[in-house]
Every structure is written in C-alpha cells, then in structure tokens.
T-cell receptor, first 112, second 114 residues
Framework: GQNIDQPTEMTATEGAIVQINCTYQ??????LFWYQQHAGEAPTFLSY????GLEEKGRFSSFLSRSKGYSYLLLKELQMKDSASYLC?????????????FGRGTSLIVHP | GAVVSQHPSRVICKSGTSVKIECRSL??????MFWYRQFPKQSLMLMAT?????????EQGVEKDKFLINHASLTLSTLTVTSAHPEDSSFYIC??????????FGQGTRLTVV
C-alpha cells in the first residue's frame, strides 16, 4: 500500500505562485497524478508523472523525484478560480492491480 | 481527455430503499472501473475495482452485499446501494481506465438517504 502525505490547507494571493508538496511511500510505484477538485464536483486530471523531472502544462507544472518519494504541483499566475482541493494520487503495482491511491488533498484558498 | 458519464448526479431516497448509480465511458472501452466514496472534506476512498466480465474486487471494510457492482460491458458499470441508510449518504464517484491510461472521473453522485 501507500502512505501519501500532503498539506491540509494553503493560502495564496491572486497572481502569485504556489507549490503544493506531496510525499509518498510505496512498494511498487507506477506513476503519480495530480487532480483538481472543486467543492461538490468530481476531480479533474491535471498531470501525470512517471519519470523524474518536471512536466509543464500551461500555468501548472508537476515535479517528481522517485528516489525521494516526492512530488510537487506548481501553480503560477494564480487566479481566484484556482481555489480548490488538489489531490495527489499514487499508482501502485502491488498485486498487479495498478490502483491509484489518493492523498487527503490540499485545500488551496486564493485571495485577492 | 476521455469522457466518463455518471448518472444520476443527485439522488434522495428513503431509508431502506435501493439506489442504482450508472457509470459509462462514452468514447473509449473501459477495461477497469473504480468506485470511490468521498465524505465531506475527506479524500476519495476506493470502494471497489471492477473489471469487465468478472466479479468486482472490494476493498477491506466495504460490504459487497450492500454495494453491488456490475460491469457487464466495456462501457458500463453500475453501483447499487442496497437497503440504504442515512450513514450511506455520501458523494460517490466512478472512474474508468482504458488499458494503461490514467483514470477519468465521472461527475459524481450526491446520495442523500432520509
């Protein structure tokens, strides 16, 4: 199984940059996902990392270090609509199931 | 990305009745579908994994006789909450995977049992 840890809540100012960290422990790592979830809605896919390094997609970037069991999601030029919960999920190969396990999510509050 | 449709988005039912939730992959064949439950301000908790044509694999602590999952085709999985009680009120979300791609989520179903 996995042990996924991410901060519970973060606040940031509109226009700024925020980094949301995620650490994990897993016996069979097979990829890390970041999702955005607005209250009362289903998660939407943001990024996927399976190799070390930085993946950039517009205002959002995601970084992975497999040796450190560490990832972060970087949000640039923050907008009010970015206020949401950000979920880190790790896919595990244990038992051949490749099932993603979700962290508790980080609630990001963007204020003017 | 791929589209996963979940229906209904909201349902209110009386205690003791059963509710069926559908999850469809609209533009791809989903070999695997996942069912999650999410309580307020908590993360997604995996309930079960279903593979087309075989029995679902339930996570520890999830009653398979209460949460019936059917994955009869590559585009449809259903979750039936049988004899629902107020404590079953939650946000239920399905996701579908096509081979090795990341799972895509349905819109979620807000179940309220009164």
């Amino acid at each position: 199984g996995q042990n996924i840890d991410q901060p519970t809540e973060m606040t940031a100012t509109e226009g700024a940059i925020v980094q949301i960290n995620c650490t994990y422990q897993t016996s069979g790592f097979n990829g890390l996902f970041w999702y955005q979830q607005h209250a009362g809605e289903a998660p939407t896919f943001l990024s996927y990392n399976v190799l070390d390094g930085l993946e950039e997609k517009g205002r959002f970037s995601s970084f992975l270090s497999r040796s450190k069991g560490y990832s972060y999601l970087l949000l640039k030029e923050l907008q009010m609509k970015d206020s949401a919960s950000y979920l880190c999920a790790v896919r595990d190969t244990t038992g051949g199931s490749y099932i993603p396990t979700f962290g508790r999510g980080t609630s990001l509050i963007v204020h003017p | 990305g791929a589209v996963v449709s979940q229906h209904p988005s909201r349902v209110i039912c009386k205690s003791g009745t059963s509710v069926k939730i559908e999850c469809r992959s609209l533009d791809f064949q989903a070999t695997t579908m996942f069912w999650y439950r999410q309580f307020p301000k908590q993360s997604l908790m995996l309930m079960a994994t279903s593979n087309e044509g075989s029995k679902a694999t339930y996570e520890q602590g999830v009653e398979k006789d209460k949460f019936l999952i059917n994955h009869a085709s590559l585009t449809l999985s259903t979750l039936t909450v049988t004899s629902a009680h107020p404590e079953d009120s939650s946000f239920y979300i399905c996701s579908a995977r096509d081979g090795w791609t990341e799972a895509f989520f349905g819109q979620g179903t807000r179940l309220t049992v009164v």
